[in-house]
């Protein structure tokens, strides 16, 4: 059974600690700090890898976590950076962060995406000694890494995909054009999941697809019309197989604008790829009539889109189906232009990418709120990721953090939101006693 969705959590590692550390050898007293820096914790990156088909993997697995950075020592020896950790998935998925909306498109192989960040590692007390400060004896923390939710979407890259009702015959002319072994019956919605096949000609290849059977209202969630409609998205032709003669006695004209209205519906897109009419199951009407409806549709739909007679029964007109499909479909990579995704700057994608990946810009500076309670409450991801910086229970390390504080201007924010010495602030979770002067 195809797998085309799955949620699943990824954090990176954190990075590691510096070193408070001195040097300590014969002879040589005093010998200053020589605290070596952590290592950068392990990044997640999504990997495009050809050799996977869909999403099952992760029906098993939901979880990925990164190495740490290793923490600095001693001698200026810095820590290790933490290990890449690759997570790989099938060409056409779709990956969204759910934290900012951030997406990435994975559609050639080789292509990566960063979809969460190692922390930095802390910096040794060998960076914190100055003519005045000679032994520090602090070290700065080491960051956590990036986490979160991320939802992902196989759309299925095909060149072309049959689109129409339940039971209009798609199954039945993929089996016959292609080697794929679709399930056909005489009811309704038998093919439940997309089914690729490959048609074969003398120098080059088209993946066509079988979408399962659309109803009124599948660009509204009826049924599993979006999942279905999904999966037509980065087809470049679509072939709409209509019954010639439905056995319901619906009228095929009504039932063709029912499919189009649905593909328009759920994407404009859809609505202007190239178009092939499959009039299925032929050989269930009389010639005469079959030839007269072929005459019909074509002037009803114009020289633009070929109208075939065809009968998977018979073997009636595949063989011109199949050379309208090499000829209408172009030669091009599947893969088309650049999607525009969420405003903001860009994100980390690597490989073959010529598509962009966009991310919502990250909030930048900080805030002063009052607590309920009383005293103030400073805000901001920087701000936050400062603090994170210092061990809350070493004084030295909490007079650098103050000094830090007051040269980005914290203090003075504070001072006039109304602050006055011995009111409590909050900094990253944090409560401390600051003297503005």
Known sequence: MLSDRARIHVQAGRGGDGCTSFRREAHVPKGGPDGGDGGHGGDVVLVCDDSLRDLQLFRRKAHFKAPKGGHGQGALRHGAAGEELEIRVPPGTTATLEADGTRHDLLAPGQRARVARGGAGGRGNKHFATPTRQAPRFAERGLPGEEGWIELHLKLLADAGLVGLPNAGKSSLLARLTRAQPKVAGYPFTTLEP?????????????????????????????????????????????????????????????????????????????????????????????????????????????????????????????????????????????GAPEVLVAGEVADVEGLAEHRVFRPAAERGFRVEPRPGGGFRVVGAGIDRLVMRYDPDNEEAMAHLERRLKAIGVLAALEQAGFAPGDDVEIGGVEFELDPS
């Not at 096949?197 to 009124?216: K, Y």
């Not at 087809?235 to 209509?242: F, G």
């Not at 189009?260 to 202007?272: M, N």
């Not at 019909?296 to 029964?313: D, Q, Y």
């Open 195 to 335: 089914v690729l096949g490959t048609i074969d000609a003398d120098e080059r290849q088209l993946i066509l697809a079988d979408i399962p059977g659309l109803i009124e209202g599948a660009s509204e969630g009826a049924g599993l019309g979006h999942d279905f409609l999904a999966h037509v998205e980065r087809t470049r032709l679509l072939v709409h197989v209509l019954d010639v003669a439905p056995l319901d006695a619906s009228d095929p004209a009504q039932n063709y604008a029912t499919i189009e209205r649905e593909l328009a519906a759920h994407d404009a897109r859809l609505a202007a790829l190239p178009r092939i009419l499959a009039l299925s199951k032929a050989d269930l009407v009389a010639p005469a009539q079959a030839a007269a409806a072929v005459e019909e549709w074509r002037e009803r739909l114009g020289p633009e889109v070929p109208v075939v007679r065809t009968s998977s029964a018979t073997g009636e007109g595949l063989d011109e189906l199949r050379r309208a499909l090499l000829e209408r479909v172009p030669v091009a990579p599947a893969a």
